[in-house]
């Protein structure tokens, strides 16, 4: 941070250097150029006797292994934590909600289907914080527009059995013309199963009878996103 250790947990942050400070070195930057402690930080606004706001968010991360397991996180983990009382969580999914609306907002919009980060970003939020594996579909319009996103089937730590029939009829229902499917792997990374590109394949079949393009599958791991269309992937190479 510019400084040495010492030196910056004596000092408040409001004294650092300007660019060491999180909100002026976002304002001057860019966010692309904050770490994730960084964002963390500028949130819980301030730290506790022993630390400043960055090394709290810098613990915190460390601690539950990632800012993406730390916002999944249940809420009593998280308040039983050192320096977070019940206005720094609240502050804390104050600032995954408005993520959470935001990208909502695009999607309904049209706008941001064909940015696949958007899209992931999204189903991330969605369904990051899953314990058990479940099986969501975004039914779209021709505009690509959302007009639904639901989680339709849930399972185990592992798998979740998915009745294509019943991906179908939830689409006609909403008048989709075009889907994106996505689940989650809440264990593991993103890496897609034989089972996983099965029914990728049944579905994309059992959608093209009836006229209902399926866009993409989108797999949600415990640190990572990915994107069948994105990757070239059976049956969207």
């Not at 940015?115 to 505009?143: M, P």
């Not at 979740?160 to 994106?180: G, T, W």
């Amino acid at each position: 941070m510019g400084m040495d250790n010492l030196n910056g947990a004596l000092m408040a942050i409001k004294d650092w250097h300007e660019d060491d400070r999180p909100r002026e070195k976002l304002l001057k930057f860019g966010a692309a150029q904050l770490s994730d402690a960084e964002i963390l930080a500028i949130f819980l606004r301030t730290g506790t006797q022993s630390q400043s706001a960055i090394e709290l968010a810098r613990h915190l991360i460390e601690q539950f292994g990632s800012l993406a397991e730390l916002l999944a996180a249940p809420k009593a983990t998280v308040l039983a934590c050192h320096g977070i009382g019940p206005a720094k969580y609240a502050q804390i999914l104050a600032s995954l909600e408005m993520g959470t609306r935001y990208l909502d907002s695009q999607l309904k919009t049209g706008h941001a289907l064909g940015r696949s980060q958007i899209v992931k970003d999204y189903i991330s939020t969605q369904l990051r914080g899953e314990s058990r594996e479940v099986f969501a579909v975004l039914c779209l319009d021709n505009a690509l527009s959302l007009i639904n996103f639901e989680i339709l089937f849930t399972g185990g730590i592992s798998s979740c059995s998915v009745c294509i029939k019943h991906v179908l009829r939830h689409a006609i229902s909403h008048a989709a013309s075009q889907l994106i499917i996505a689940h989650n792997h809440p264990h593991t990374d993103a890496q897609p199963s034989n089972a996983d590109n099965i029914l990728t394949y049944e579905l994309k079949k059992a959608c093209d009878l009836i006229d209902l393009a399926l866009v993409d599958h989108i797999i949600v791991g415990r640190n990572d996103t990915l994107s069948y269309a994105e990757n070239g992937l059976t049956p969207f190479s």
